[in-house]
């Protein structure tokens, strides 16, 4: 009977031999699930208000804008339950990583175009906010995610 090491780190415990996630760990896979739930629930609520937000990037045509549009919303909200749940996490938090990145950067794109946008994630509640806090929450969003995945337990290979 042999059992493999666990390395211990601040948002990480051990207890008989299986990872336990600290509260700090939990706390923020709840928020950032609850966060993406909210925002694919706000999309998914009105998906063609969210179709003129895409269009308004103008990078992708009005046939692709229209099907992002109808799906991805509720890929956000699966993506949230799968963290909040545990279920699939971790490819939630590639899949959510992946369109981080892919956002921030058609967000940054389309401000060096001179294209003044309101990217509709947060509804009415982020409106008005200037640009660089548009990035800042982006960035707090997607630092979380990676956060989480670096901190997550790999699976031991099978000896």
């Known amino acids: ?23 700090l760990w939990t706390a923020l896979a709840v928020i950032l699930g609850l966060v993406f739930i909210y925002t694919g629930v706000l999309k ?3 998906p063609i208000a969210f179709t003129r937000d895409i269009q308004n990037f103008h990078i ?33 938090l590639a899949i959510l990583s ?4 892919i956002f921030i950067g058609a967000t940054i ?6 294209i003044d946008l309101d990217c509709g994630c947060f509804g009415n509640a982020t409106k008005n906010l200037p640009f660089t806090w548009h990035l800042v929450i982006d960035f707090a969003l997607l630092a979380g995610l990676l956060a989480l995945w670096s901190l997550s337990p790999r699976d031991q290979p099978h000896r």
């Not at 009977?1 to 509260?23: A, C, E, I, N, W």
């Not at 794109?109 to 001179?114: C, D, E, Q």
Request: proline letters at 10%.
């Open 60 to 92: 992708l045509p009005w046939p692709v804008g229209v099907r992002v549009a109808f799906y991805l919303p509720w890929l956000e909200i699966l993506c949230g339950l799968a963290l909040l749940t545990g279920y699939l996490r971790g490819g939630a």
């Open 98 to 101: 992946s369109l981080m990145v």
């Open 109 to 114: 794109a389309a401000k060096v175009r001179g």
């Open 1 to 23: 009977m042999s059992s493999s090491p666990h390395v211990q780190s601040p948002l990480m415990g051990v207890q008989r031999g299986t990872p336990r996630r600290s509260p």
């Open 44 to 46: 998914a609520w009105d």
